[in-house]
């Protein structure tokens, strides 16, 4: 009886092996490609701005290698970290790299249409416009500008480089 007890706890043995290998293998996986810490160059990606002047911030610009799918992929591949609401999830940004803080705006909601992250597009060097198209919903193309900028709907305080 003891061989097969033994036979038994060598199996569970092996399996818990091949649950932790596959774990480290998970947690160990690589992180996506590093964002450029500037602008675009030509049709390489999409640049992106984030305008944090009324958080008591810059203005940071990004590039997102290749053709992000969406404006929400842009804004992650540019580097930046996002928090959409608990309601609406990432369809709706609340936080851009942790502002405004969980203090400011707790991200049950929607915020007030006074403090929000609104989105905007424009040519290189060309004005900005006012998204009609959520960020998820958006499909950028390489060698455009996507504009993010915290306020009550003012387009970034730069002009798209």
């Known amino acids: 009886m003891s061989r097969p ?16 290998a596959a774990a ?11 964002a450029h810490a500037a602008a675009c160059t030509g049709t390489s990606g999409v640049t992106v701005v984030v305008d944090f002047a009324a958080l008591g911030g810059g203005v940071q610009v990004a590039c ?3 053709d992000p799918a969406t404006g929400l992929a842009a804004l992650q591949g540019a580097g930046f970290t996002v928090t959409g609401t608990a309601r609406w999830g990432l369809a709706f940004i609340c936080r851009i790299n942790g502002k405004p ?18 989105y905007w597009h424009a040519p290189r060097g060309g004005s900005w416009s006012y998204s009609t198209s959520g960020a998820t919903s958006y499909d950028p193309a390489p ?7 915290f306020g009550a709907g003012a387009p970034p305080s730069i002009i798209a480089p």
């Open 5 to 20: 007890r033994s036979a038994l706890r060598t199996r569970l043995a092996g399996l818990l092996v091949a649950v932790v």
């Open 24 to 34: 480290g293998v998970t947690a160990v996986e690589p992180a996506p490609r590093p």
């Open 64 to 66: 997102a290698p290749g």
């Open 101 to 118: 803080t969980a203090a400011t705006e707790p991200c049950v909601n929607t915020p007030p249409a006074t403090a929000y992250w609104s």
């Open 143 to 149: 060698g455009s500008v996507e504009g993010w900028s």
